[in-house]
């Protein structure tokens, strides 16, 4: 990590302000201040123990400090009268650090030690500036730079479990705070500070089951039932009876304006669940990224279609084989598929989750 730029003026400011008269000339002493330990780039941990010392003998010493490394304005340090001092850098953070020193009657002052533990850039949260959404959404928050040994973000100032990465995903109201780990002082928290707020509002994302005769819906406290992403006039309850094989959706509403629609579920009237043959096919990986794979009975051939949650094609039936290429889904947004598979006279359903 880089000084700050108001470390460099303070050290220039040192350079352009010290009294002549105080300095080491005065008296011809060597007196500087030996660290330790000397840390690499001066870099300290607020968390560290320092001791700084004279090697020479005097006949009288008193240290001071201050905070613009000039000569004037030092601060004497209480019972800080022997050759040796040791500090916790914590107390003080950036300061410069002199010893006063006398022998034969003459004074002077050394020149001073810097002692640094404010190197470290805090973190900053990046966010788009939408703050409102409906529940199911999600805003994804990230760390807008620098490198951190690790990570934590807190939601209400309580820290979330698993939430250990450069990113996360928002899925609930409250305030989010970043805290970081740098790499030179792992023990040292560094924070964003105030966080973005989040207000996440409107019915749950409904879920459907389905028991061989009906379908039912969670969440609402209204509903519209859909087949094959058309509207069925007067389908309107948490529940509904099918009628006709096909995919089914349902959305829920609240009065606002977040009408979450539920993952697709493919229902055959005539049979009874899955066919025989299902399981020997399967569908991998699951949440999906930029590609997906379908592990089917060697030398079988089969058609596969896809559906998004309002049970429009997002891919067009074509055949496939066993050990076929996969199948991109890079171009698919972010939510819940239905993938059928025709095989044997019959089909299957397998739910795909799109991250």
Known sequence: MLKTINHLAILLAFVFSVNPAALPAQCGFESDINVEPMAPNGVYCSYDTVKMSIAEPFDNYQWYYNFDGSANGLMPIGGAGGPTLEIPVGDYGYAFFFAELTRDDCTQLSEPAVIDSWVFAPPAIQHEPQSEYCRGD?????????????????????????????????????????????????????????????????????????????????????????????PIDGATGQSYTPL?????????????????????????????????????????????????????????????????????????????????PAIPTGGWTKGVYLLQVHYQGEAAGYRVVKQ
């Open 244 to 324: 006709e094989s096909g995919i089914y959706t349902v959305r829920a509403s609240d009065g606002s304006n977040c009408r979450p629609i539920s993952g697709p579920i493919s229902i055959v009237i005539s049979g009874a669940g899955q066919p025989a043959w299902a399981r020997q096919f399967s569908v991998f990986p699951n949440p999906v990224g930029d590609a997906l794979y379908i592990r089917a009975p060697r030398d079988a051939a089969f058609e596969v279609r896809a559906l998004n949650a309002e049970g429009k094609e997002v891919m067009p039936r074509q055949l496939l084989h066993a050990g076929a």
């Open 138 to 230: 999600s805003a994804l928050i990230t760390n807008a730079f620098g490198s951190y040994a690790s990570y934590q973000w807190l939601r209400d100032y309580e820290p979330i479990d698993g939430a250990t990465g450069p990113e996360y995903w928002v899925k609930e109201s409250g305030t989010y705070v970043l805290n970081v780990f740098p790499f030179e002082c792992p023990e040292t928290v560094l924070t964003s500070g105030i966080g973005p707020t989040f207000s996440f509002s409107g019915p749950q994302p409904p879920t459907i089951s389905w028991d061989g005769s009906v379908l039912t819906a969670t969440s609402g406290p209204e509903y519209q039932w859909f087949l094959n992403g058309t």
